[in-house]
């Protein structure tokens, strides 16, 4: 009689035993049982796996912050430039041009503004104006340094395909040096130029404003030089009074283009802050790579813990689980 009580006993001990067990267990482990997934579900599991979830967070922005000072670091120096707008006779000449018509077509003299504008910023990002500024620097060691060997003063290979041209030193300005952006706005055009030695990229980026002035200015005195033959030899070609004097206005207007190219260096664009030396980094950004890394390691170790819990319990997260 004792012997069956306490048998009761026991058996009742050790169900409501499990009972417990189990109620403690479910409060534990997120509830699959309708399909859904809450994020109070979520966040129990992830406290679960906090462990985890930790160090591979604090392992994977300690690899960012790590890698992120392995990466040679850039700088960006950048010019403020404002297209010079047409005065005087570089303005006047549209309505003269327009009076003259075919004349002066044939002796390309034109009064667009817009066309100035454009060609000035297509010299500046043009592949003959980088040609001549690497060409000119002996720039290719320089941009190709890990090709070439300054002890013996030439490239590591003797393979012309493998040595680098200015083919090459265009297309790296392209992708990665210059960088030019014009605000609609105010008109203004920023060139910026990225590399790894802060002295260098301010020196570049004002060279190359310099030398598009240069080049510009220098174009447009032999265009004018050449329009002013031109309409001197049509002078010699007609009788005709009205004629004779819009030549002659359209010379007096070639010549004064001429003189106000000369006496101006900044012919197409006025600097309205020169690059200075910056003193800041450009890129890698440290502390974004390390926040980055970090982020990376939080998603992919909540990711396994939550592979690992599904596969627990035999419940696909895929399918038909919501977050």
């Not at 083919?167 to 992708?175: G, I, P, R, V, Y």
Request: proline content about 4%; some cysteine.
């Amino acid at each position: 009689m004792n012997d069956n009580s306490g048998s009761g006993v026991a058996r009742g001990t050790g169900a409501g035993r499990e009972r417990f067990s189990q109620q403690d267990s479910a409060l534990e482990r997120p509830r699959f049982d309708d399909g859904e997934i809450s994020l109070l579900d979520v966040a129990r599991l992830l406290w679960r796996h906090k462990t985890l979830i930790l160090t591979a967070t604090i392992l994977c922005g300690a690899i960012g912050a790590a890698g992120a000072y392995l990466i040679t670091p850039t700088y960006r120096a950048e010019v403020l430039l404002s297209p010079v707008e047409p005065d005087g006779p570089k303005a006047n000449l549209g309505g003269l041009a327009s009076q003259l018509g075919a004349f002066a077509s044939l002796a390309g003299v034109s009064g667009s503004k817009g066309s100035e504008k454009e060609e000035a910023l297509a010299t500046l990002q043009s592949r003959l104006l980088t040609d001549t500024f690497v060409t000119e620097e002996n720039l290719l060691p320089i941009l190709f340094a890990d090709k070439w060997d300054a002890a013996k003063q030439g490239w590591k290979t003797s393979d012309p395909k493998k040595i680098p041209t200015l083919w090459d030193a265009n297309k790296l300005f392209t992708k990665s040096i210059r960088q030019v952006v014009q605000d609609r706005k105010t008109n203004l055009v920023t060139l910026a130029i990225v590399w790894k030695d802060p002295k260098i990229a301010a020196a570049w980026a004002n060279d190359l404003v310099r030398r598009t002035n240069l080049y510009l200015r220098s174009k447009a005195i032999t265009r004018s030089n050449t329009n002013i033959d031109y309409l001197k030899d049509q002078l010699t070609k007609t009788s005709v009074v009205e004629i004779h004097q819009a030549l002659n206005s359209l010379i007096e207007d070639e010549i004064k283009k001429v003189m106000l190219a000369q006496g101006t260096e900044e012919y197409a664009f006025s600097v309205v802050d020169p690059a200075v030396v910056p003193e800041e980094i450009s890129s890698p950004k440290h502390a974004l790579i390390a926040l980055g890394g970090a982020v990376l390691g939080f998603l992919v170790s909540a990711m396994v813990a939550m592979i690992r819990s599904s596969k627990r319990l035999d419940l696909p997260i895929s399918e038909g689980s919501e977050l």
